[in-house]
């Protein structure tokens, strides 16, 4: 089973950006999907973004549309998101996971593996 590891996390002031990064092992990430989560504190986890591959097509969560981009480097098996134009809304442990092909990719349970999750604080 795929192993992942989440990074980049840490404190950002509103309108800050941060890169997080999901480092895969144990195994390679054949086709399916992968996809980035959330949760606040005191507040059930949400989808954020997702990736079918190997399409490679994204979806997003409505409240982070243009301001998140999920990308994935395949040579190294990691994936990113980009999270621009930060907001106190967004302050939350946020998670990456991957699931098997023909899934529904905003929904938690979908998901096979996941990792640990990284802290994203958005305060001033």
């Known amino acids: 089973q795929v192993q992942l590891v989440e990074s980049g996390g840490g404190l950002v002031q509103p309108g800050g950006s941060l890169r997080l990064t999901c480092a895969a092992s144990?195994?390679?990430?054949?086709?399916?999907?992968m996809g980035w989560f959330r949760q606040a504190p005191g507040k059930e986890r949400e989808f954020v973004a997702g990736m079918y591959w190997p399409s490679g097509r994204t979806f997003y969560r409505v409240s982070v549309k243009g301001r998140f981009a999920f990308s994935r480097d395949n040579a190294n098996n990691t994936a990113y998101l980009q999270m621009n134009s930060l907001k106190p809304a967004d302050t939350a442990v946020y998670s990456c996971?991957?699931?098997?092909?023909?899934?529904?990719?905003?929904?938690?349970?979908?998901?096979?593996?996941w990792g640990q999750g990284t802290q994203v604080p958005v305060s001033s």
């Open positions: 144990g195994g390679t990430l054949g086709s399916g999907m």
């Open positions: 996971a991957v699931g098997g092909p023909g899934r529904d990719y905003d929904i938690a349970e979908a998901y096979d593996s």
